[in-house]
């Protein structure tokens, strides 16, 4: 595991931190909250990498895809027809998982750098699924509620 990763993570949940103590606390679901703050603070780190004038991912409740546990990787119907990923085809899917594993050996903005390179449908595949994955990795540590 990339030793930037760690400290990655710990960025990301002081991230969430701020983003909720920006929000306040009338949501109701803590977890959605969290997971909602982390997709943002994840989108501020894309738009960071991105190119000027690049858009950066665009994703709403009804594209979310589902968390993953413990797997590195995703499969599609995990969700029914919420995710993206029942709506691609497996070569989508298949480099979905080539990247969430190189999250844990090269770090998330490595990683991320290599995502951008892509066109936006990855990206915005790649940054719900990140976002499920990364939310369960801070929950299992502790780093989250």
Known sequence: MNPNFDAE????SQAIAAEKATVGSEHANESETNKESLRLALKEKIS?????????????ASTQVPPLSNATTVKKA???????LD???DAPVAKVNEY?????QNGIQATLRDVIEQDPFMLDVFHDALTDKL???LKSRGLVK
Do not use: R
């Not at 993570?9 to 990301?12: E, R, T």
């Not at 960071?48 to 709403?60: H, I, K, R, Y």
């Not at 995990?78 to 993206?84: E, F, N, T």
């Open 9 to 12: 993570l710990a960025a990301l």
């Open 48 to 60: 960071e990498l991105l190119p000027q004038g690049a858009p950066a991912t665009t994703t709403d």
């Open 78 to 84: 995990q969700v029914g027809s919420k995710s993206y």
């Open 87 to 89: 709506t691609v085809d």
């Open 100 to 104: 969430i594993a190189k999250v844990f």
């Open 135 to 137: 939310y369960g990795e």
